[in-house]
């Protein structure tokens, strides 16, 4: 596994600094969880297996930052914390029903929708992998598929807070013009994302394990 560009940042900054927690909506990621439908990601419990809108998590993180219209309930302010486990961010991923974001003669488009901005500096959005605050030792992995352009997007996105996340791809190609360059003519493409973050006119920014 091999992450080929931790952050991309354009036309603005990043800024690391401290910040309290929001006082707003947490929701749950976890393998064992469910769809938008079934659960209301607003519990650390897995999907009983029937019924919806039960107290449960979401099974992947795009129920809560989804690709371009796709439904969500999350909001800036709001923390997102998911389990430890894989998830694949990018074409055939959860959540995907708009084929205009998502087709696979575009797969570059299937991303996230940036991370809604936190209120202020004291209440930001928060993207935090479980354990978060026990030093971070079983981190959620989140790997690009497909050519996605990026996983994480934090496009004009301020106040936010993201801990304890692994940021990679399952591919060992490359960009540049040498032997073993990335499959980028033809659809399947491969387990890699172009970017792991992208950033511009960001501000406030918290980046940690």
Known sequence: MRLKLLAQIFGGFIFLSCSGAADATTYYVRKDGGTLSQCTGLADASYPGSGTAQACAYNHPFWALPIKGNPSTFQGGDTLIISPGSYRMGYDAPNQKNPSSCASNYTWDCHMQP???????????????????????????????????????????????????????????????????????????????????????????????
Do not use: M
């Open 115 to 209: 991370i809604p901005s936190g209120p202020d500096a004291n209440h930001p959005t928060r993207i935090l992998g479980k354990g978060w605050d026990q030093g971070c030792s079983n981190p959620p992995q989140l790997y690009g598929v497909e050519r996605a352009a990026l996983v994480i997007n934090l496009r004009g996105s301020n106040n936010v807070d993201l801990q304890c996340l692994d940021i990679t791809d399952h591919d060992s190609c490359t960009s540049g013009q040498v032997p073993g360059r990335c499959n980028r003519e033809k659809f399947p493409y491969g387990e890699y994302a172009d970017v792991g973050v992208v950033a511009s006119d960001s501000t406030n920014v918290l980046l940690k394990n």
